[in-house]
């Protein structure tokens, strides 16, 4: 049993039924998610005998740490955890803002005076079943789901180190490997259990999702009326083009994935983010900006377009500065606002859609 597969009351139960009293479990889940403890000799303020009995029967080594590197400029790290069935995941912390308020950095990316930023990217599952072929995560296809201890264990690993430096992650974005709605019900008790306000209290804002476009997930995401962004990875404006890049188009179909989108919003008056991969030459022209332009008119939304990341299974090539600059202000002038997102860490493969559970890239 992971500890952190547990949630607070399931923790109680256990305890109670070692007759322990009731406010151990509060104690646990302090070190746990406020001090980021992560062995039960740390938790002092339980007795000698707890520590041991929680040592015998519960597991707090969620991975092992394969490696760890670090972008030229200092801005990004990419972890690589094995799981005890020796998958591999990757998680990834990207710092944003000024050099001052980061010493271990020498250049900054984002110019002086950036907002103070540092996001997490998570993984959800091992690999991933969507078979997006742009997608390292994608080519290596499907090795199984996470569990919601899985995907929390990777921000305590990453909370505990930013606390060395009395630093905090500040959003968490579900982008690393995986479909977060392959895996529905452990990516959403992972949220829950990293919101709990008796714990890490991170705040269900603070977190972005990002699918496929698993319309029915979509739907029931929208019901649910989670505060937590939403972000749909469209990447083209007809399916012809996106069937060719996202096979699971073949299933849902643009129309009905934006037919969810618009119910998303309807629900919960927030507004949706699609994500648009630039590659030159085919989804990159002020055509399809405006062909895109046209699909999104009316929906609260907005369009984050990133110029393709190089994966070793896809030849296709990024889109220039001028070309993206163009794409976006045919977008803009159709409406639709957009943002050209820097590309982060590819000297490290920690990119978008470069995280492939590999140790062979490195080096
Ligand atoms: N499975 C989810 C989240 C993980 S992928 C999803 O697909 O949305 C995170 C984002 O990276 C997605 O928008 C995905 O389309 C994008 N992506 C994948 N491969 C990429 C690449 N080679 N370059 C740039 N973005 C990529
Ligand atoms: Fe899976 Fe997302 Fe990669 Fe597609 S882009 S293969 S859905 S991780």
């Excluded at 597969?5 to 998610?33: F, H, V």
């Excluded at 739907?219 to 937590?228: L, N, S, T, W």
């Amino acid at each position: 049993m992971l500890i952190y597969d547990l949630d607070l009351l399931t923790l109680a139960n256990l305890l109670s039924e070692w007759n322990e009293p009731s406010y151990r479990a509060k104690q646990i889940w302090q070190g746990l998610y406020q001090h980021f403890w992560n062995s039960p000799e740390q938790i002092t303020n339980l007795p000698k005998s707890l520590r041991e009995k929680l040592a015998e029967h519960i597991n707090f080594a969620p991975f092992k740490v394969k490696i760890f590197l670090d972008s030229s400029d200092g801005y990004t790290r990419k972890t690589l955890f094995e799981l005890p069935d020796k998958n591999l995941i990757e998680a990834v912390l990207m710092r944003y803002g000024d050099p001052a308020d980061n010493p271990q950095i020498t250049a900054s990316p984002t110019g002086r005076g950036a907002k103070n930023r540092r996001t997490l990217c998570i993984s959800t599952q091992a690999g991933c079943a969507m078979g997006c072929v742009f997608c390292a995560t994608g080519q290596m296809g499907f090795k199984r789901h996470l569990s919601s201890g899985e995907i929390v264990a990777q921000v305590m690993y990453y909370a505990r180190m930013l606390k060395e430096e009395n630093q905090s992650v500040t959003n968490i974005v579900l982008m690393g490997m995986g479909e977060p709605f392959h895996n529905y019900d452990n990516t959403m008790a992972a949220i829950d259990r990293l919101n709990d306000p008796e714990g890490y209290n991170f705040g269900a804002r603070r977190f972005t999702i990002s699918t496929v476009g698993l319309v029915p997930m979509i739907r029931r995401f929208a019901d649910e009326k989670r505060q937590v962004n939403l972000a749909i990875s469209l990447h083209a404006a007809d399916d012809e083009s996106r069937v060719s890049m996202l096979p699971i188009n073949k299933k849902y179909k643009i129309d009905e994935v934006l037919e969810s989108c618009r119910y998303y919003v309807n629900q919960t008056g927030r507004r949706i983010t699609f994500e648009w991969a630039l590659i030159h030459g085919v989804n990159d022209t002020p055509e399809v900006a405006k062909q895109l332009a046209a699909r999104l008119k009316g929906l609260l939304c907005h369009v984050n377009a990133i110029p393709l990341n190089p994966t070793a299974g896809y030849h296709g090539k990024a889109t220039g500065r001028g070309r993206a600059a163009a794409f976006k202000a045919a977008l803009e002038q159709a409406g639709i606002p957009c943002t050209i997102r820097m590309r982060r860490g590819i000297d490290i493969q920690a990119g978008c859609g470069q995280l492939a559970g590999s140790v062979s890239l490195v080096g």
